[in-house]
């Protein structure tokens, strides 16, 4: 493999430099139907489950077919979903904030062979390619974080979980049965590079053990002073440590104090919390991001701890399958998670969803921690 | 015959759900076949090693990815990520295996011929491996080598006009919903706002000069599609004043099961007739709406726009024309003094180019948090920090009651000399004539 320049000279790296040129503009890439009704929609509907039109004031309609997708995605797959897009849809297409992929057409005639296109078209392995759903008052596809494929600090996976998950999920990815809709999220790690904390259910991969102190390193690979300074909770002190009679600048950590959040980790890689025991998910239940009838709400720690069991995480996927068919039996119509959490009363929701209540899930972190606990004589037995 | 064996992975395979497994396991045979003869400039069995590596944390439940290292294109602080496995003997592969971020277009619509051209370039510049997209909206190439790095950015740059987006202490990417493009809920156009703005501060976007990072993110209505809320330092919801728009005889379609309520959201289940009182009207959190007869009334003045009956009934109700967008400040996860919601700074602003008040907004809220955050602190904690009342008055923005939900449950005000009549330089002996001792 015999090295091919682009054209860069690296020995004069500014001369021809484009720079600040931001991303492509947007409108390069609507479809015409988009273009030409930008501002001017009347209204939508789902036709069916992944299927929606949109009618415009110009009479204009534009259907639209979505299809989940892995976010990680192969070059081979994403030529896949051109192939088809040059097929039916003039050659565009786009994605949505959850990494599923919308394919439009002009018409009603176009939908059908599209959608039997999409469906037909499987992996080698069996799974779907180009599954469609993912709409109304179903459950839609887990945004996500990187995992194990791709990132330094997680404590868990991120693609494998998700899989599996969406693979107990399926049905209800393909179907409008939910009181509302139900968003799933995953962040590999309390970084949450996804915005996990508000989801209806959240799947968080959390640490329990303390840093390790790789003490002959550490003051070689770390600024120590950072250390200190990136704990919440200032267990971390500067320290005096003796490796083969030399003296060495390091770290101590007391570990009573340490919350697991890796910050420290993520300032100076001679501090790591990673272990198989250690390294799980907490389960998150109750939040939204939308303003519709409730304010956003923040998602709550319902389960504590649920070890990883890679490759299928069962444990984790038979938890949230039961809270998703609890709250299917019992919520309202229009209701979120959340709101019919907070509408029967969370002692309620534990009961009914069978879930242990620990005192890991009462809050003991801080200010707000005060508020979240009852200071009423209303509850239930 | 594969380079590792992942019994583990190949139990991904299976179930309806697409398997990123089989997907990672296509590429790899994709590669080996080379039918195109792309002169691959990373290792041809990338893929080989990226499955072999994600085996190996399957059966060890941690990860095999060294911290970062400093790695990046001439002139810019942001937009690639360097990571290296810490097996690279046995994975030579991905031994060096850095993240390049690209900007993408707003609402992320694609032309074919443009993403092909992507392609093109990562398949042969790059593991062929994508997220589309990354949590925060950027294209996000997978695995390349330190030298493959300008190689691709001058690419980028000179054949496909194409930017890499952020990462780091700077400006990430902005993203945005779908906005007018595809919605009639919109109340701006999001697309054009974000780009404006991601045009804007590229300077700020590609040069690390904020304490930590920070978010942009434009949602066009209320729903909140694309969760701005819940974690861009500045998130941008479309809102309007006036009077939402009824279509009377709509409103009766719906009540005579003419047309779905919820846009047939709910087609999955036999839910009853769709009754306005108990579907609407009883679940307006402002009590805002009745029936008088036949006709739909609504109190505007009294209404909080939280989008409930127009989501239910789109083709009969409609958002206002007075539109302009709320700004709400300060939303993140919780590193690391626990999660933060936006909190509304701007009750109403008009959305219009060139969004001159907007950047005010914007750039007073940086001089100040450039100036006062300490490093790693985002936006939402130095408000905490120095409170509300110090990022009102560095935004010159008057107090006015919807910056709370309540007003304080505590009387401790931090009062201003001048506030106070007469100041606070006093004479104790001139008190003590009075009082004494």
Redesign the interface.
């Known amino acids: 493999m015999a090295f091919i320049s682009s054209g860069y000279n690296p020995d004069k790296p500014m001369e021809d430099r484009i720079s600040d040129i931001g991303p492509r503009k947007y409108d390069e890439f609507y479809p015409p139907v988009i273009a030409t009704n930008k501002g001017k929609w009347l209204y939508h509907e789902y036709l069916k489950p992944g299927v929606l039109v949109h009618v415009a004031e110009s009479g204009d309609e534009v259907y639209t077919v979505r299809v989940g997708g892995a976010r990680l995605m192969s070059v081979t797959h994403i030529r896949e979903i051109c192939e088809i897009a040059d097929k039916h849809c003039d050659g565009y297409l786009r994605f949505t904030t959850r990494n599923n992929i919308e394919f439009m057409v002009d018409s009603k005639d176009k939908v059908d062979p599209l959608i039997k296109d999409l469906e037909s078209r499987k992996f080698d392995g069996g799974s779907f390619k180009f599954p469609v759903g993912g709409t109304g008052s179903g459950i839609t596809n887990i945004v996500h974080t990187q995992g194990w494929i791709h990132c330094h600090t997680p404590a868990t996976d991120a693609s494998g979980p998700v899989k599996a998950a969406m693979d107990v999920l399926f049905e209800d990815f393909q179907q409008h049965r939910m009181p509302a809709h139900v968003r799933v999220s995953l962040a590999c790690c309390l970084n949450m590079c996804g915005a996990v904390h508000c989801s209806d259910i959240a799947i968080l991969g959390y640490h329990r053990k303390p840093p390790m102190l790789d003490h002959e390193y550490l003051d070689k690979v770390c600024e120590i002073p950072l250390a200190i300074a990136s704990c919440p909770t200032a267990a971390i002190k500067p320290a005096k440590v003796e490796i083969d009679g030399k003296k060495r600048n390091s770290v101590a950590v007391k570990n009573e104090r340490c919350m697991f959040c890796g910050n420290c980790y993520t300032m100076c890689p001679s501090m790591p919390l990673a272990d198989q025991e250690g390294d799980g998910i907490v389960l998150m239940v109750g939040g939204k991001v939308s303003n519709r009838i409730s304010p956003p709400m923040f998602s709550k720690v319902v389960v504590a701890f649920i070890p990883n069991e890679p490759p299928r995480w069962p444990k984790t996927c038979e938890t949230i399958q039961k809270i998703v068919e609890v709250y299917a039996a019992n919520a309202r119509k229009y209701e979120r998670v959340g709101e019919w959490a907070e509408r029967i009363g969370w002692e309620r929701f534990f009961d009914k969803c069978e879930l242990e209540f620990t005192h890991h899930l009462i809050d003991d972190f801080r200010d707000p921690a005060y508020s979240t606990w009852r200071q009423t004589s209303q509850f239930k037995f | 015959m594969a380079k590792h064996e992942t019994p ?20 790899a045979a ?1 590669r080996a076949k080379n039918e195109k003869n792309v ?3 990373i ?2 069995d990338v ?1 080989e090693d ?1 499955l072999g590596v ?1 085996e190996l ?12 290292g400093i790695v990046g294109v ?3 602080g942001g937009g690639v990520i360097g ?1 290296y496995c810490d097996q690279p003997e046995t994975f030579p592969g991905v031994a060096h ?1 850095h ?1 390049m971020r690209i ?14 051209k ?3 370039l ?2 042969f510049r790059g593991s ?10 950027d294209i996000i190439f ?2 390349t080598t330190t ?1 493959q790095l ?6 980028l ?2 054949k ?4 890499l ?1 952020g990462s780091g202490s700077n400006l990430r ?1 902005p ?1 945005d ?2 906005g ?5 809920y ?1 109340c701006y ?1 999001t ?1 054009a706002l ?2 404006t703005l ?2 804007e501060y ?2 700020e ?2 040069r690390p000069a904020f304490p930590y990072k920070f978010k942009f993110k434009f949602d066009g209505c ?10 861009a330092d500045i998130s941008f ?1 479309g809102t309007w004043k006036d009077d939402i728009k009824v279509d009377q005889e709509a409103v009766q379609a719906y009540i005579g099961g003419e047309f ?1 309520p ?8 036999d ?1 009853g007739p769709f009754d306005i009182k108990k ?1 609407v009207i009883d ?1 307006c ?1 402002t009590e805002c709406m009745w029936m008088e007869g036949k006709t739909l009334k609504i109190d505007t003045k009294e209404c909080n ?4 009956c127009i ?2 009934m ?2 009969a109700l ?1 958002i206002g024309d007075d539109r302009g967008l709320s700004m709400l400040v300060g939303a993140k ?7 933060q ?1 936006g909190s509304l700074l701007v009750p109403f602003i008009k959305a219009e180019d060139p969004y001159d008040e907007i950047k005010e907004v914007i750039e007073a809220i940086w001089d100040w948090w450039m100036e006062e955050g300490k ?2 602190e985002r936006l939402g904690e130095l408000i905490k920090r120095q409170g509300f009342q110090k990022l009102l008055e560095v935004t010159n923005i008057a107090p006015v009651p919807q910056h709370v939900q309540e007003p304080r449950t505590n009387p401790y005000i931090f009062w201003k000399e001048e506030e106070v009549e007469g100041g606070w330089d006093r004479d104790v002996n001139e008190f003590r004539k009075h009082h004494q001792r």
């Open positions: 583990m992975l190949d139990q991904l395979e299976s179930g309806p759900w697409p398997s990123f497994v089989s997907d990672l396991k296509q590429e994709n002169e691959h400039q290792p041809q893929v990226i994600l944390s399957f059966k060890h439940g941690r990860t095999h990815w060294k911290h970062g001439f002139g810019y990571r295996f993240t900007a993408q277009p707003g609402a992320k619509f694609y032309t074919t011929d443009y993403l092909k992507l392609c093109d990562w398949e062929g491996i994508t997220n589309m997209h990354g949590s925060t909206g997978l695995g030298p300008e190689e691709i950015f001058y690419e740059t000179h496909h006009n194409q930017d987006g990417t993203a919903c779908i007018e493009a595809r919605c009639q919109s156009d697309q974000c780009y991601t045009q590229q300077d976007l590609h209320p729903n909140g599609c694309v969760a701005s809320i819940a974690r919801i779905l919820n846009a047939g959201a709910h087609s999955g289940r839910w579907e679940l959190p726009r939280c989008m409930h989501n239910v789109p083709r409609r996860a919780p590193i690391l003094d626990g999660a919601m490093n790693r």
